[in-house]
């Protein structure tokens, strides 16, 4: 297949419940009929929600979404520890919420709300030693992680609720809605706000609703996707993606380059700072074109990457 003949674009999934991203991205491989396929951030097999894969020359984009801020929908259960600190992990520890009140809630938000220091679950993709944490904890080692700056903009909750665990045992629920910077993890937010409160808490459901520019409306579920033929193996489904450059307006900050601007970035040539002063801005030709993307952070832009035309 021609690089002309292959698809190039973003595509946004509405994880279903129960699908690694992995599973996502080797689904989206066969339809498409290309390799060439990857995620601007895992989502754990519990979560639904925004995934936003790239396709072809669009993979090269997704360095730049990884980092955008998230939101995420998402039900709190007080009343247990777990090891996972979702509802998969095992139950290590009860203790009754039936004292909590929701000014204690109130409060225990207001300090996990902005500028915070978050340390990670011991299950998540963060290497240690060169190995993954969830690894190392399904091995039944100790994992401690540092804790790490994250920003929490938003986090609003909503009244408590009773609840009955499966253990037949007296719990609250919550239902959370928040909106975090890159890194942030809502089931550690989930584990610390039980702490606060006293009583344990982990996630039970969590869903993504955003990332960056791209929402959840604007996703397609899994089978929507398949051809409508099941017989006909042969051709690639007819995707519904998002063309370079309308991704790129949507996601960075934009410049629109002059002709001899976007002639000289073809050709990796150097072009005067633009007014936009970020750390990756889209550059876009006279015509529409998605020329490059640009580090624009410094004294001078520093191409951070180019897109040449697809068909060339």
């Not at 498409?32 to 993979?59: E, F, N, W």
């Not at 709300?113 to 299950?123: A, F, K, M, N, R």
């Not at 030709?285 to 040449?308: M, Q």
């Amino acid at each position: 297949m021609s690089d002309t003949d292959r698809p190039h674009g973003l595509l946004l999934i509405d994880k279903p419940v129960g699908w690694t991203s992995h599973d996502v991205v080797a689904r989206v491989r066969r339809l498409a009929g290309t390799r060439r396929v990857g995620h601007a951030g895992t989502l754990d097999p519990m979560a639904s929600g925004v995934l936003v894969l790239g396709l072809g020359k669009a993979t090269k984009l997704l360095t730049f979404l990884v980092g955008c801020d998230k939101d995420y929908v998402a039900i709190v259960r007080l009343g247990e520890v777990r090891s996972t600190d979702d509802a998969e992990g095992q139950l290590l520890a009860y203790h009754d919420p039936r004292g909590v009140t929701e000014d204690a809630v109130a409060a225990a938000v207001a300090e996990l709300t902005g500028d915070i220091e978050q340390v990670p679950s011991t299950v998540s993709a963060i290497k240690v030693a060169g190995e993954r944490a969830y690894a190392r904890a399904r091995k039944g080692e100790a994992v401690v992680l540092p804790p790490r700056p994250v920003t929490v903009s938003r986090f609003t909750v909503g009244p408590l609720r009773q609840a009955q665990s499966a253990q037949g045992q007296l719990v609250c629920d919550l239902d959370i809605e928040v909106t975090v910077s890159s890194g942030t993890y809502v089931r550690a937010l989930a584990r610390d706000l039980g702490q606060i409160l006293g009583v344990g808490g982990h996630l039970t459901a969590l869903r993504r609703t955003r990332v960056g520019g791209y929402g959840i409306r604007a996703c397609h579920p899994l089978p929507e996707l398949e051809p409508r033929d099941p017989s006909d193996n042969g051709s690639r489904a007819e995707l519904p993606l998002l063309p370079l450059a309308a991704a790129a307006r949507a996601a960075l900050p934009v410049r629109e380059l002059t002709e001899a601007e976007a002639r000289a970035l073809s050709f990796g040539q150097s072009i005067a700072i633009g007014t936009e002063r970020a750390d990756a801005v889209a550059a876009f030709a006279p015509d529409g074109t998605l020329v490059a993307v640009l580090d624009e952070s410094g004294a001078r832009p520093r191409t951070r990457v180019v897109f040449a035309p697809a068909g060339s």
